[in-house]
């Protein structure tokens, strides 16, 4: 099993930058991590993911150009910068992990974490 924690959610304002991080523990495994956002009242939806060699990415329309993900593969984290926000982007955010990195499909993925609130006010 995998165990997927994420930080660093908050109240921010329009405009200002946010930092994500999520921790993965558990059994060791070279794959496709990401990140999925629900917003209340909407169905979940991908935001980014990235190959296990951080060589591959993808974004969602709605942030690309102002989210960027990563991975530390030594620390087992993965982390999305989110610059510019908007109000728009509220919602709980789960870092996602085993699945095909530019799979928006909330489905094909296996293993979730929590989820971190991210509020932005206008």
């Known amino acids: 099993q995998v165990q997927l924690v994420e930080s660093g959610g908050g109240l921010v304002q329009a405009g200002d930058s946010l930092r994500l991080s999520c921790a993965a523990s558990g059994r060791t495994f070279s794959a496709s991590m990401g990140w999925f956002r629900q917003a209340p009242g909407k169905e979940r939806e991908f935001v980014a993911g990235i190959t296990y060699s951080g060589g591959s990415t993808r974004y969602a329309d709605s942030v690309k150009g102002r989210f960027t993900i990563s991975r530390d593969n030594a620390k087992n984290t993965v982390s999305l910068q989110m610059n510019s926000l908007k109000p728009e982007d509220t919602a709980v955010y789960y870092c996602?992990?085993?699945?095909?990195?530019?799979?928006?499909?909330?489905?094909?993925?296996?293993?979730w974490g929590q989820g971190t609130q991210v509020t932005v006010s206008s």
């Open positions: 996602v992990a085993d699945g095909y990195y530019s799979d928006t499909g909330y489905s094909r993925w296996s293993y």
